[in-house]
């Protein structure tokens, strides 16, 4: 069983060692709501809401904003040990605004699958013309009519930053390498947007100078990054700095917010 084992985290201490539960999760964060399966033992919900908890607040530090952003502004749910699919450990599902962890796997993909919920967020803030399934890194792409205004530039130069070479002319390599990837498997899946976007997220949260296995994993040593389905070299940089910029930008504004409603 996954969470059996330990996991790796180095960063500042988040409630020392105090217990935590989901409840306690959804309070913090503003949660329109969490589940959890009815197979999830009881020592395994409550392992997993202390990992989950300190993910969420390494998480929030890496990004520099308030719990508000975690939650989407409440608008996001989280499922623990429900709702599995087939060769999928954690998932995003638009249709319900919920990110799903698997009791037996999942750890690591936080970040992955949260980065999926912002970005589906985010498409009908960014652009004037979006139907309500469809992702802001996708209508970037397509050339959908965006809302003019600082923090939407900021995240079109992180699209732009990940799909696109320095000219801003071809793809870039993390494409060029999802496109090689897609052909080989027959199909189309590394190659998409909201996908190419969440893996460039897990590595900008990987290179932070937390640590946290259980949020992001894999975007260094594991088989796709070897394969160069993660940024890599110069491009690596790049991201992470139109991401860095980007989310200090959004957690500014988000703590004005905060601030001003107190």
């Not at 990992?51 to 390494?58: E, P, R, S, W």
């Not at 939650?71 to 450990?89: A, D, E, K, N």
């Not at 600082?150 to 002319?169: H, Y």
Request: aromatic share 12%.
């Amino acid at each position: 069983m996954v969470l059996s084992r330990q996991f790796y985290r180095q960063g500042p201490s988040r409630r020392d060692n105090s217990l935590v539960s989901f409840a306690d999760v959804r309070r913090r964060f503003g949660f329109r709501s969490i589940a959890v399966g009815r197979w999830v033992t009881d020592k395994e919900r409550d392992r997993a809401a202390g990992l989950f908890y300190d993910a969420l607040v390494d998480l929030m530090a890496i990004l520099k904003g308030p719990e508000a952003l975690i939650s989407l502004r409440g608008s996001l749910s989280f499922q623990y040990g429900i709702g599995g699919r087939p060769g999928m450990s954690a998932f995003y599902d638009p249709s319900a605004g919920s990110f799903s962890l698997a009791k037996n796997a999942g750890p690591g993909s936080i970040a992955h699958e949260w980065f999926h919920a912002l970005d589906h967020y985010l498409a009908q803030k960014a652009f004037s013309d979006t139907s309500q399934s469809m992702y802001a890194s996708d209508a970037w792409l397509r050339g959908a009519t965006p809302e003019p205004h600082p923090l939407n530039d900021l995240l079109f130069a992180c699209f732009k930053t990940i799909m696109l070479d320095e000219e801003g002319s071809n793809p870039s390599d993390l494409v060029t390498a999802s496109v090689k990837a897609d052909k080989t498997n027959g199909s189309i899946y590394y190659s998409e947007p909201v996908e190419l976007c969440a893996r460039a997220f897990e590595a900008f949260i990987q290179d932070s100078s937390i640590s946290n296995n259980f949020l992001v994993a894999g975007s260094k040593a594991s088989k796709e990054a070897k394969l160069g389905l993660y940024p890599i070299g110069h491009q690596r940089q790049q991201i992470n700095l139109a991401f860095e910029q980007y989310f200090a930008f959004l957690g500014r504004a988000l703590w004005a917010e905060l601030n001003e409603s107190e």
